[in-house]
């Protein structure tokens, strides 16, 4: 569903993400993990087709994101690692905003809007004005909105930020949902135990550069580490040029 090539960002004085290459499947959890700085976001961004790459390609479900943009996007739920909200709109109104953004039939749209309210825990409050939510339910509203058009690929920067040991279950357990429908699912982020637990394959980036990727089991063979946590082997992977 995700297939990057050569993809490279180069800013003249930073060359953020180099030469990358991955291919993400159908129903596939795939997390993205490394240092700050690394060129996370700026490759999430170049997929998202917020910003343009320097060279390579980006083709989102066999539609090329330079040739084919919107096409390409509208297979796309998107959520920034800082996503912004109109917080003078309620939670129901905002996810109005978003069906019209993307063509939800209005038809389809009350069900829609509902079914992911309750899913998310926010329909108590899908008529109070966003500036009332709490960080975490700030969070869960941009995520089911981007789920809100059906979108065949879930891309997303730090999807746990601010979310408390509840909410942090309810989304682990909504995302292993949305994979078992075919979904796919690109995720970064810095809780590396969220990471080993949920992602199926893991992406490991340092200066731009992807130094490894596997499963956790694989990922271990890599670092030489046998039974050792994600983050022992993310440490060993990422030490200054052991990896580059």
Request: proline share 4%.
């Amino acid at each position: 569903m995700i297939q990057v090539r050569e993809l490279t960002k180069d800013y003249g004085t930073t060359l953020a993400v180099n030469k990358l290459n991955l291919n993400v499947s159908a129903g596939e959890i795939y997390g993205f993990i490394g240092p700050n700085g690394a060129g996370k976001t700026t490759t999430i961004r170049m997929m998202g087709g917020i910003l343009a790459p320097t060279s390579g390609s980006i083709v989102i479900g066999g539609r090329d994101m330079a040739r084919d943009p919107v096409a390409a996007k509208k297979m796309i739920g998107f959520v920034p690692d800082r996503p912004f909200l109109y917080e003078k709109l309620t939670g129901r109104e905002f996810l109005h905003f978003t069906a019209d953004l993307y063509d939800v039939s209005p038809e389809t749209f009350p069900a829609k809007a509902e079914t992911l309210l309750r899913q998310f825990a926010l329909w108590d409050w899908a008529d109070e004005l966003i500036e009332a939510y709490s960080h975490g339910m700030k969070q869960r509203l941009i995520i089911a909105s981007a789920l809100l058009h059906d979108p065949q690929i879930l891309i997303i920067d730090e999807p746990m930020v601010g979310l408390d040991p509840a909410a942090v279950h309810m989304v682990k357990d909504i995302f292993q949902e949305l994979a078992r429908k075919q979904i796919t699912i690109f995720v970064s982020t810095h809780t590396l135990s969220i990471a080993e637990e949920l992602c199926q394959r893991i992406g490991v980036i340092h200066k731009g550069m992807l130094l490894a990727q596997g499963t956790v089991n694989e990922l271990r063979q890599i670092a030489k580490l046998g039974t050792a946590r994600l983050e022992e082997v993310f440490l060993t992977i990422t030490k200054e040029d052991t990896f580059l």
